[in-house]
Structure formats: structure tokens, C-alpha cells
């Protein structure tokens, strides 16, 4: 059972643009959600990170949003980059070191 | 600082074959996390450790995986046999005090072959 989905596998955006990348989630009990970026022959790395207690989250291009009574979170990336090009990982956690992640939507920002 | 150190980054082999996957945690960092990426199933968590002690290994999918963390720096997953559906990359992580609130430090992974 995917506890964590990212329904997008793939996103198209054009340079400049706004990229919005969302996930949903089952589980009520997650308390802690980040977005991890990866490149091709690559780990992921970690982006941007939020609290249940928070409903927004701002770091430069990057703002990561949740909406608790949806179970919905998405990732706003504005201006989107070439170098923004990668598959996005949403993942979640609660209270336990547990990190669950979705199957990732791969973003292409073109010129 | 190194970062996750993961060997080999290749492994082609033969079904029915053992097959062993290294990795060198972040020194100071007291949890590791062993991850499988399929495109079906995004990133699964396989076990996770807390300081070297197995914590949480309901995700190892059958008695043929099994994994190890013999010392704080060093831990191996072991496919024995193997079969054509393990292949996959597999991904180790540490982090300083759990994958919650302390960000996974990810190694570039084993790309994982059986044929």
C-alpha cells in the first residue's frame, strides 16, 4: 500500500515558468514532509522540508505547501531552471525514523 | 567530507548468484537506511539501523535479503540467491539521529543486474 503518491511521472515546464509538484498522502500520523531532488546516476538529495504545524515552508525559488485536511502537499518552483530538470521525491514521517517516499515525478524545464 | 560511500556502482550477475552491496555511512552519523528504486515503486525502504543495531527491517521483501552493520562505518545488503526481479539501484543513506527530522544523506547507489 503506497502510502506516500506522487500521481505526475512526468512534468513539462518552460523556463521562467512556475513548476508545481504535488503529492498526497494517507497516513493522518505524518509529521514531517520533505522533497528530495535527483539527477540521473545520482542519490537524491535533500531540498526543502516542513512541519505538520506549518502550512508553508520558503527557501529561495523553492516554497513547499500542505494542506494537513487534504492530505496534500505540492512544491512550487519559481522561476523554474533548466538545471531544475531532475525527478522529485516527496517523502514523509512520523515519529519514528521511518522515511516514506513517493515513486517521484520527473521535471523537464525546457528554453 | 566524503559523503555516502556506496560499492560497486555496477553489479551485473547471474540469477542464482550472491550478491553483496557495501556501503560507508557519513562519519558521525548514527542511522543508515538501505533503499530500492523500481520505477514501479519509487524509493522502498528495505532496513534502517540505529546505532549499528537492526531497528526496522519489515520492508526486506523476502529471507533471501539480509543486512548487516557490523561497526559504525561500514554495512553490506546481501542477495543470496538472487534473482532477475532484484534488479534495481539500491541506495544506501545515513543521517545524524533518523530519517524524521535530520535530512538522509544518500550515496550514488548500486545499479543492480541479474540475468
Request: proline content about 6%.
Amino acid at each position: 500500500d503506497q502510502q506516500v503518491k506522487q500521481n505526475s511521472p512526468s512534468l513539462s515546464v518552460q523556463e521562467g515558468r512556475i513548476s508545481i509538484l504535488n503529492c498526497d498522502y494517507t497516513n493522518s500520523m505524518f509529521d514531517y514532509f520533505l522533497w528530495y531532488k535527483k539527477y540521473p546516476a545520482e542519490g537524491p538529495t535533500f531540498l526543502i522540508s516542513i512541519s505538520s504545524i506549518k502550512d508553508k515552508n520558503e527557501d529561495g525559488r523553492f516554497t513547499v505547501f500542505l494542506n494537513k485536511s487534504a492530505k496534500h502537499l505540492s512544491l512550487h518552483i519559481v522561476p523554474s531552471q533548466p538545471g531544475d530538470s531532475a525527478v522529485y521525491f516527496c517523502a514523509a514521517s512520523y515519529n519514528t525514523d521511518k522515511l516514506i517516499f513517493g515513486t517521484g515525478t520527473r521535471l523537464q524545464v525546457f528554453p | 567530507d566524503a559523503g555516502v560511500i556506496q560499492s560497486p556502482r555496477h553489479e551485473v550477475t547471474e540469477m542464482g548468484q550472491e550478491v553483496t552491496l557495501r556501503c560507508k555511512p557519513i562519519s558521525g552519523h548514527n542511522s543508515l537506511f538501505w533503499y530500492r528504486q523500481t520505477m514501479m515503486r519509487g524509493l522502498e525502504l528495505l532496513i534502517y539501523f540505529n546505532n549499528n543495531v537492526p531497528i526496522d527491517d519489515s520492508g526486506m521483501p523476502e529471507d533471501r535479503f539480509s543486512a548487516k552493520m557490523p561497526n559504525a562505518s561500514f554495512s553490506t545488503l546481501k542477495i543470496q540467491p538472487s534473482e532477475p526481479r532484484d534488479s534495481a539501484v539500491y541506495f544506501c543513506a545515513s543521517s545524524l539521529f533518523g530519517g524524521g527530522n535530520s535530512p538522509l544523506h544518500f550515496g550514488n547507489g548500486t545499479r543492480l543486474t541479474v540475468t
